[in-house]
């Protein structure tokens, strides 16, 4: 099972800091964002990983090389301009062959086990697999609905409406049917999973962290703090 993890974003709500780095080369807690990614994928047995770049995506590919240094083969997806989330993803299909495939935010930050990913949804039949967290601050109302049951790791039905309301962690197992007879372009995840949830093509998880959205400088410091400290 292959991995990609998303590094094309411009990080604009990161500024300054990303005027000249790009966000998921970011430190914290001693490392970049991405690196953090990369060995917990590494750990889990995911050796065939996906990036793709956009802005500063040589600086991204010359931080990472092909992988071997973290005993893994990365293939690198390089976008003239972003093409938003689904956009980069169909130009990455070739590299990700036609089997479901892990799919994870560069700009996130947490300790969950990416191996329950491998071993149960290798090879499942549906569209999609979304794990889901509790509604940070910035994000109160959530994304998606699960219909109930709220135990980590357990598979529920995702809904489009409903509650409990929980917020999209930016991990998933994704199937390529999801972007069957899709051009290449600028295309959004958000309403190909939405169409996918109608179909009752996709099913999700609670996962209770820990779990950050990096979206901003004071998130990136804060987070940095409690990894040092011990707290995360």
């Keep these: ?59 991204l590919e010359q931080a990472l090389g ?25 130009k990455a299909l070739p590299l990700l062959g036609s089997q479901p495939f892990l799919l994870v935010n560069g700009d996130i930050w947490l300790r969950y086990d990416f191996a ?29 609905a699960l219909d109930g049951r709220m135990f980590s790791g357990v598979e529920c039905t995702v809904r489009n409406e409903g509650e409990p309301r929980l917020t999209f962690a930016g991990v998933s197992v994704l199937h390529p049917q999801l972007f069957a007879g899709l051009a290449e372009g600028k295309r959004q995840l958000a309403p190909l999973l939405r169409a996918a949830i109608t179909d009752e093509q996709v099913t999700g998880e609670y996962f209770a962290g820990p779990w950050v959205d990096v979206g901003t400088p004071e998130r990136l410091t804060e987070l940095d703090q409690q990894i040092r400290s011990g707290a995360l």
């Design 1 to 59: 099972m292959k991995a990609m993890i998303l590094a094309a974003g411009l990080g604009t709500r990161m500024r300054p800091l990303t005027d000249h780095t790009p966000k998921p080369l970011l430190p914290v807690g001693g490392k970049p964002l991405i690196v953090w990614h990369v060995e917990n994928l590494v750990r889990a047995g995911f050796t065939d990983i996906v990036i793709n770049t956009a802005w500063l995506g040589a600086q």
């Design 66 to 90: 092909d992988g071997a240094a973290f005993g893994a083969h990365i293939a690198w997806s390089h976008e003239g301009e972003p093409l938003e989330t689904a956009g980069g993803i169909i």
């Design 116 to 144: 329950h990913l491998r071993s149960s949804y290798a090879h499942m039949q549906k569209r999609a697999h979304l794990v889901l967290v509790g509604n940070p601050g910035h994000n109160p109302k959530g994304d998606f």
